[in-house]
T-cell receptor, first 116, second 113 residues
Framework: EAGVAQSPRYKIIEKRQSVAFWCNPISGHATLYWYQQILGQGPKLLIQFQNNGVVDDSQLPKDRFSAERLKGVDSTLKIQPAKLEDSAVYLC??????????????FGPGTRLTVT | AQSVTQLGSHVSVSEGALVLLRCNYSSSVPPYLFWYVQYPNQGLQLLLKYTSAATLVKGINGFEAEFKKSETSFHLTKPSAHMSDAAEYFCAATYTGGFKTIFGAGTRLFVKA
């Protein structure tokens, strides 16, 4: 079974530029998550999708971050414009379904973003 | 507010010694509880999970964790540390009300030869 795929693995941009990350979850997983992991901290949930609907985006900085999940499969997270404090690893995860909170999440390798 | 607290940002043990990583959660209703491991430049990997069945949960790589409701704890243990266990470990809780998962800040485990 293929795992969660993410691209790119690394990205370096200047502040005020835009950037996009892509995620392909495990086949059949209804729930998809985007996390921000700042160095030395645990992952922080940015947005959670159930199929192609948003379940939780309370911690997403909506003035600069956006995310979509077309057709309930792949997802894209965008930052525009980027700030220095956005430097972090962006993790994508998927799970069988939000209604099965005990199933655990499967994580991709992450995208390391550096904003200079 | 719901939270997950991991005591000790760094833990160092000798190879072959007991590993104990501490995790406490805040809630009057036990959530689903998880331990994840993260190796350098990789995503998180699920080690084990508690879903209100047995209080002692066994996971991969010889790790286990015990859920103690009275102490609101879910500490991770391994009887004998191996060099390959050196990594960052995260405790997480999924609160059933909103299915939101909250992660602790992580504990980095060092294993000395």
């Amino acid at each position: 079974e293929a795992g969660v795929a993410q691209s790119p693995r690394y990205k370096i941009i200047e502040k005020r530029q835009s950037v996009a990350f892509w995620c392909n979850p495990i086949s059949g997983h209804a729930t998809l998550y985007w996390y921000q992991q700042i160095l030395g901290q645990g992952p922080k949930l940015l947005i959670q999708f159930q199929n192609n609907g948003v379940v939780d985006d309370s911690q997403l900085p909506k003035d600069r971050f956006s995310a979509e999940r077309l057709k309930g499969v792949d997802s894209t997270l965008k930052i525009q414009p980027a700030k220095l404090e956005d430097s972090a690893v962006y993790l994508c995860a998927s799970s069988v379904g939000a209604g099965q909170g005990g199933s655990g999440q499967y994580f991709g390798p992450g995208t390391r973003l550096t904003v200079t | 507010a719901q939270s997950v607290t991991q005591l000790g940002s760094h833990v160092s043990v000798s190879e072959g010694a007991l590993v104990l990583l501490r995790c406490n959660y805040s809630s009057s209703v036990p959530p689903y509880l998880f331990w994840y491991v993260q190796y350098p430049n990789q995503g998180l990997q699920l080690l084990l999970k508690y879903t209100s069945a047995a209080t002692l949960v066994k996971g991969i790589n010889g790790f286990e964790a015990e859920f103690k409701k009275s102490e609101t704890s879910f500490h991770l243990t391994k009887p004998s540390a191996h060099m390959s266990d050196a990594a960052e470990y995260f405790c997480a809780a999924t609160y059933t009300g909103g299915f939101k998962t909250i992660f602790g800040a992580g504990t980095r485990l060092f294993v000395k030869a």
